[in-house]
Nanobody
Framework: QVKFVESGGGSVQTGGSLRLSCVASGYRYNLHCMGWFRQAPGKEREGVATIDGDGTTSYTASVKGRFTISQDNDKKTLYLQMNALKPDDSAMYYC?????????????????????WGKGTLVTISS
């Protein structure tokens, strides 16, 4: 069973930076598509960024130019560098991954693939 453990969240002021990490374990096949999601209180979970096996990335419009997704395959770790943080970025952040091949690496595919989400890491941005 694949397990995801997120870390790196915290409380910072507007304009600050944080770097989130996610360690995935327990998977038999490589996770060819991985991504970050977030969920703010009272809102639905939304996709933030994805990265596929070729290193191609995509971002939701609200974080483009501020967030960077990356991965270290040797350490089996996914990262999210978040700069120029805004209060609207406050949320619980989760990571996800799937070994599926032959599909576009999208938040929708990741959401459909995830059976058990991790506990997430909380990001709070104060104005």
């Amino acid at each position: 069973q694949v397990k995801f453990v997120e870390s790196g969240g915290g409380s910072v002021q507007t304009g600050g930076s944080l770097r989130l990490s996610c360690v995935a374990s327990g998977y038999r096949y490589n996770l060819h598509c991985m991504g970050w999601f977030r969920q703010a209180p009272g809102k639905e979970r939304e996709g933030v960024a994805t990265i596929d096996g070729d290193g191609t990335t995509s971002y939701t419009a609200s974080v483009k130019g501020r967030f960077t997704i990356s991965q270290d395959n040797d350490k089996k770790t996914l990262y999210l560098q978040m700069n120029a943080l805004k209060p609207d970025d406050s949320a619980m952040y989760y990571c996800a991954g799937t070994p599926l091949l032959g599909v576009d690496c999208t938040s929708e595919i990741l959401t459909a693939s995830m059976a058990d989400w991790g506990k997430g890491t909380l990001v709070t941005i104060s104005s």
